[in-house]
Nanobody, 119 residues
């Protein structure tokens, strides 16, 4: 089964920025939507941002205007640029792709990458 790998998390002060990366093959990125999710302690996993097959992006209300999702076919990579971070953004972030026919997730959840926003 395909497995995606997240990286780029860390500790950042409120108001700071961080960039997350996810290794996804060009083939999967080109054929399917891909997305970032996050799960904070004691909370359910939530969708943060999604990029469609055609390249259009959507965001959760809580991050719209602060986060930006992008993909790079040449580097087999999906990226989440995060700006103006707040403590409420603290969570483990995961990436995944969604089957273009069914919308189901293509992979089980990986390790994720931890983002901690704290002064």
């Amino acid at each position: 089964q395909v497995q995606f790998k997240e990286s780029g998390g860390g500790l950042v002060q409120p108001g700071g920025s961080l960039t997350l990366s996810c290794e996804i093959s060009e083939e999967i990125l080109a054929r399917n939507a891909a997305a970032w999710y996050r799960q904070a302690p004691g909370k359910t996993r939530e969708l943060v941002a999604e990029i469609s097959r055609g390249g259009s992006d959507t965001y959760a209300d809580s991050v719209r205007g602060r986060f930006a999702i992008s993909r790079d076919f040449a580097r087999n990579m999906m990226t989440l640029f995060m700006h103006s971070l707040t403590p409420e953004d603290t969570a483990t972030y995961y990436c995944n792709a969604l089957d273009w026919r069914t919308g189901t997730l293509l992979s089980s959840w990986g390790q994720g990458t931890q983002v901690t926003v704290s002064s």
